[in-house]
């Protein structure tokens, strides 16, 4: 395969280079760099992706390139969930911005009159779930004659919502040649099974990993909303006293933007991305090396080959799409004996992905509450009463401030008076900068939190697998070698449930079960974090 370092080494257009320039992406995530080029030489393909590793623009990119907007359906998506076929919908149209192809999302709890009107009028590709797609090809408002690209996207999770009948349903109706492509974040035999079934000498990707070591430096995550991802930078920054951080973004408009509200906020700020030029980039690094500059905000691209052994603070201010990034943005602090620290801000179900880097690193990162306004401030007192000794330990005389001090007290003014009048004008106590975060409730850290031998468990299967929790129950017990009545209430949701048990050795339990496989899904267990 040629060497493939950024998106403008794909063998396609302008318009999607220019789509995918404004989005933001720098250069292709490991499982872009394995398929786009499969894809766009016509072969099916099978690929292991996890979600958040970029597998929409992995099959994105070449369908859109293939696809040229006419009066018929020439691609279709299909996706577990009404939320990813939205979400698929939602990237596919920034990447074919420039083409102005015609893309729908079809699912369920949304009007099928709405869908019917737009499919009759013209749509070049068709987003959707399984059941919401067969219910347009069985009245006849969806036609597959023509198509001639088909992904199926989080196959295994079809799987287990046990859409596969419904998947063939919808391969029957593809009457044409067509090229199809499937993803999966695990490749069981029945996906193997139906590839040899419907795909024509599949070409299967799977990123491999190399075998990395994870520094040994503190690390931490904090599960936050978006909106307060730079109020708790700010905050890490100042209670920490950081001199030299580094703070990672995926994307560079989002560099810029970062640059922007932190230079507005008073910090002394440099940015790193691709589009900037060498000398510009050299010019950056040399003020950050000499301190000039306390916060570096960088993408992963950028960032190759960053060496400065001063970088206090790694910063995933968005957490990578791929595990061995996390290796290697933090390997960029804790270096020539020194120790360091690295906070990952995770939002919403990116808490999976840290799972995944869990997993693929060996190491438990912990959760950790954001610093309050209060803290901070007494962290600045201290710091500020820690110099007042330091200094005054270290001065020798005072010939003109003594003849000062002597003048104030003749006149009768108080040494405390002299003291806080001094102390005001070398602090500010005027209303805090800081802004008020919203609290969010962690699903589950790596700490383990327990009250009267009663320990609070997750589990990663839900509703979606049809789980009871009668099932857990025997699940548990049976594969952990527990009494079932040590096993106390159960809160079933959608992907995951939680589990109360009472047990001494949370760790045994933890030996037991996690990593085994309950009907082919691997098990996720791992104590939960309660407060």
């Known amino acids: 395969m040629q060497n493939i370092e950024k998106f403008e080494d794909f063998n396609i257009s302008e318009k999607i280079l220019k789509a995918i320039n404004e989005m933001g992406f720098e250069a292709p995530s490991p499982i872009q760099l394995l398929s786009i080029p499969k894809l766009l030489e016509g072969k099916d393909l099978i690929g292991q992706a996890q979600t958040g590793t970029g597998k929409t623009c992995a099959f994105g990119i070449p369908m859109i390139e293939k696809i040229n907007s006419k009066n018929y359906v020439q691609g279709l998506v299909l996706c577990p969930t009404r939320e990813l076929s939205i979400q698929v919908t939602e990237e596919l149209k920034k990447l074919s911005k420039y083409k102005k192809l015609e893309i729908l999302p079809v699912y369920g709890g949304q009007s099928i009159e709405r869908q019917i009107n737009i499919l009759k009028k013209h749509v070049d590709i068709v987003v959707g779930t399984p059941g919401r797609v067969i219910d347009h090809l069985e009245r006849g408002t969806l036609k597959l004659d023509n198509l001639n690209f088909f992904v199926l996207d989080e196959m295994d999770e079809m799987l287990n919502m046990g859409f596969q009948e419904d998947v063939e349903k919808i391969l029957s109706y593809c009457t044409n040649e067509k090229q199809i492509a499937l993803f999966s974040a695990t490749i069981p035999e029945t996906i193997i099974n139906l590839a040899k079934k419907y795909l024509k000498n599949p070409e299967i990707i799977k990123v491999v990993h190399k075998e990395l070591t994870v520094p040994s430096i503190q690390q931490y995550y904090f599960q936050i909303l978006e909106k307060d991802k730079t109020e708790v930078l700010c905050r890490l920054i100042d209670i920490n006293d950081f001199k030299l951080s580094l703070v990672f973004c995926n994307k560079k408009v989002k560099v810029d933007e970062l640059a922007d509200s932190l230079a507005n906020r008073g910090y002394q700020v440099g940015a790193l991305h691709g589009d900037m030029k060498q000398s510009q980039r050299e010019f950056i690094l040399k003020k950050f090396r000499k301190g000039q500059i306390e916060i570096l905000i960088a993408t992963d691209v950028a960032a190759r080959g960053l060496d400065i052994n001063n970088v206090e603070a790694v910063f995933n201010y968005d957490i990578p799409y791929d595990e061995e ?92 008076d002299i003291c806080l009048y001094l102390i005001k004008k070398l602090l500010s106590f005027e209303s805090s900068d800081y802004q008020e975060i919203d609290e969010i409730e962690p699903h589950f850290s790596s700490e383990k939190k327990s009250k009267n031998n009663k320990t609070r468990f997750f589990i990663n299967l839900g509703r979606k697998d049809n789980i009871t929790p009668y099932e857990i129950v025997n699940f548990i017990s049976s594969n952990g070698n527990i009494n079932p009545k040590k096993i106390g209430n159960i809160d079933i949701y959608d992907k995951f449930s939680f589990v109360d048990i009472y047990i001494d050795n949370e760790n045994k339990l933890l030996e037991k079960i996690d990593g085994i496989k309950y009907k082919r899904k691997k098990i996720g267990f791992e104590v939960a974090n309660i407060k």
């Not at 801000?345 to 995944?356: A, H, M, S, T």
């Not at 209060?374 to 200094?391: D, G, H, P, T, Y």
């Open 325 to 416: 990034y996390y290796v290697h943005r933090i390997g960029r602090t804790g270096r020539a004996g020194k120790t360091g620290i690295a906070y990952t801000f995770v939002v919403g179900k990116e808490i999976y992905k840290l799972k995944d880097i869990e997993r693929y690193a060996k190491i438990k990162i912990p959760y950790k509450k954001v610093p309050s306004i209060q803290e901070i401030e007494e962290s600045k007192l201290n710091k500020f009463v820690n110099k007042v000794i330091e200094n005054i330990k270290n001065q020798d005389e005072y010939y003109e401030e003594n003849k000062v001090l002597n003048i104030l007290l003749s006149k009768n003014i108080q040494i405390k």
